[in-house]
């Protein structure tokens, strides 16, 4: 069963950074074509943050573009997401996932708190 756990969120300020960690189990992220990362702010829809593509190419949604670094790490069949800059826009539950279908279930996310 491939399942995906999310981790590393909490309270940060303003121009703080985060690592989150998308540690994944029943499927070798690497051989996943496309992975993502996801985010779900109060009263709004999930947004797709950044991806990565098996041959490691990442792209970013404009918001984040220049903050935020997409990775994986094979021995530990983990992505990443660091963010730097925070803002408090940023400021939402966020998901990780493979972009394949069917889509697999997805995990309980990791808050994200960018205030002070």
């Known amino acids: 069963q491939v399942q995906f756990v999310e981790s590393g969120g909490g309270l940060v300020q303003p121009g703080g950074s985060l690592r989150l960690s998308c540690a994944a189990s029943?499927?070798?992220?690497?051989?996943?074509?496309?992975m993502g990362w996801y985010r779900q702010a109060p009263g709004k829809q999930r947004e797709l943050v950044a991806t990565?593509?098996?041959?490691?190419?990442?792209n970013y949604a404009d918001s984040v573009k220049g903050r935020f670094t997409i990775s994986r790490d094979s021995a530990e069949n983990t992505m990443y997401l660091q963010m730097d800059s925070l803002k408090p826009e940023d400021t939402a539950v966020y998901y990780c996932?493979?972009?394949?279908?069917?889509?697999?279930?997805w995990g309980q996310g990791t808050q994200v708190t960018v205030s002070g």
């Open positions: 029943g499927i070798n992220i690497f051989s996943i074509s496309n």
């Open positions: 990565i593509t098996r041959g490691g190419l990442a």
């Open positions: 996932n493979a972009r394949i279908l069917p889509t697999p279930a």
